[in-house]
């Protein structure tokens, strides 16, 4: 799973200079802690992490992450014409596998295509770091997510036994996301599916595995077929009484039958007893409000971000929508 943090952490003090004897310490630990409770070799172990580079650069990014920026500047890097038009494009050469995961999984293959499209345009763009250097700089050299990023370097190495991979030639993001949809070593070992057997779970070449992978992420985490995903909302009588049901927590938490009562007017029927999250977002001219069901807060799953469900969305519309003009054309 491509993977975005939604909250942007000043990080000025743990750089990699002036704190190499807390690292070295950090994985030492680790790799004591790998050979006691997985049994991996010592030695084997101490000869991957002697080739370990801790990055100053990741350390930077991480500090940094796209989702910090406004609802505005974040759609405008995803919703471009290239972009919509590189979505249909991969939709053609591969109709069949998408197709065929959803049906299997009840997901629709313009979302699976949005997301391919987010988190690397469609495999055009994987991640230029090694996994392990990523992880390892994240895990020993960045307290505000160390506990994180060692439990996904821990996922990373028995991944990489269970898959007789080389954890030093696979390369990802500079969050240790790897493939095309660019999951997250623990998302691989639970979510990455072989769909066309042949024996191997290939997220970095093989899309029919990617889309699939992503579809059974989404359905495993309880995408509802053929359920709306968003609804815009309008405010027609410039009413304020939705504000203070804005929160960050993005499970729905609402009624749609709640609406009439905040004042807010659906782009579309909704059926009275779904649920809601009622969320706002920075548009150029002012705030946008919507209406985000359960299946939004499914992607939200993939990546923890609102702006990110939202971009997802919003290109699978309108790659469907160029799909369907050049079908018509």
């Not at 729905?252 to 009439?260: C, E, F, I, Q, S």
């Amino acid at each position: 799973m491509g993977y975005f943090f939604y909250l942007t952490i000043v990080f000025c003090c743990w750089g990699v200079m002036g704190c190499t004897s807390a690292i070295k310490n950090n994985q030492t630990v680790f790799i004591a802690d790998m050979t006691g409770r997985h049994q991996f070799d010592p030695e084997v172990l101490n000869d991957w992490f002697d080739q370990v580079d801790i990055k100053d650069d990741i350390l930077k990014k991480i500090a940094k992450p796209l989702e910090a920026l406004s609802w505005h500047e974040y759609r405008s890097i995803f919703l471009t014409t290239r972009r919509i038009d590189e979505g249909v494009q991969f939709w053609q050469a591969n109709q069949a596998a998408l197709a065929a995961a959803e049906q299997q999984y009840g997901v629709p293959a313009a979302v699976i295509v949005a997301i391919l499209g987010v988190e690397t345009r469609y495999g055009r763009h994987p991640g230029k770091y090694r996994v392990i250097d990523a992880l390892a700089t994240l895990a020993f050299a960045y307290p505000p997510r160390s506990a994180f990023f060692r439990s996904e370097l821990e996922q990373f190495l028995l991944l990489c036994r269970e898959q007789n991979f080389d954890p030093l030639a696979l390369n990802g993001s500079y969050a240790g996301a790897m493939g095309m949809p660019q999951f997250m070593p623990s998302s691989f070992r639970h979510y990455a599916v072989d769909f066309d057997h042949d024996r191997r779970s290939d997220i970095w070449q093989n899309p029919a595995d990617s889309i699939a992978s992503i579809a059974n992420y989404l359905a495993l985490n309880q995408w509802q077929r053929g359920g709306v995903v968003a609804v815009p909302l309008s405010n027609p009588r410039q009413s304020s009484r939705y504000k203070n049901k804005l929160s960050q927590n993005l499970k729905p938490d609402l009624k749609v039958a709640d609406l009439a009562l905040l004042d807010l007017q659906p782009a579309e029927p909704l059926p009275a007893d779904a649920n809601f999250k009622l969320l706002a977002f920075a548009g150029v001219e002012g705030e946008q409000l919507w209406a985000g069901m359960d299946n939004f807060y499914v992607i939200t799953r993939y990546n923890h971000s609102p702006l990110y469900a939202l971009a997802v969305y919003q290109l699978s519309q309108a790659i469907v929508q160029k799909k369907q003009r050049f079908v018509y054309q």
